[in-house]
């Protein structure tokens, strides 16, 4: 079994970067060829932020955030990162990296089968 852990969340003022770190471990022979970012505020559902699948290093984004956020990948150390500039208020969230993607539909929770304990981010205005 696969386990994750996200770190690199913290605080920061409107305009400001932070960059997210998610590293793989255990089992990383499971599925671990797509791997991906979510965020979710209280009382929303879980929103898809990015994705980035190997051998190709397709990348996915949210129409909304693409431009500001990046995803990338370290395919040795089967770790993810999520660069995120000019952050704004409505990016405070908890984010979540997830792997074990099984589905269709890269933005759907439901098609991802392993997720970290996530790493919030507070933006300031």
């Known amino acids: 079994q696969v386990q994750l852990v996200e770190s690199g969340g913290g605080s920061v003022q409107a305009g400001g970067s932070l960059r997210l770190s998610c590293a793989a471990s255990g089992d990383t022979l499971s599925d671990t060829n797509c791997m991906g970012w979510f965020r979710q505020t209280p009382g929303k559902e879980r929103e898809g932020v990015a994705a980035?699948?190997?051998?190709?290093?397709?990348?996915y984004y949210s129409d909304s955030l693409k431009g500001r956020f990046t995803i990338s990948r370290d395919g040795a150390k089967i770790a993810v990162y999520l660069q995120m500039n000019n952050l704004n208020v409505a990016d405070t969230a908890m984010y979540y990296c997830?792997?074990?993607?099984?589905?269709?539909?890269?933005?759907?929770?439901?098609?991802?089968?392993?997720w970290g304990r996530g790493t919030q981010v507070t933006v300031s205005s």
């Open positions: 997830a792997t074990d993607f099984y589905g269709d539909t890269w933005f759907d929770e439901g098609d991802w089968g392993t």
């Open positions: 980035i699948c190997v051998p190709s290093f397709a990348t």
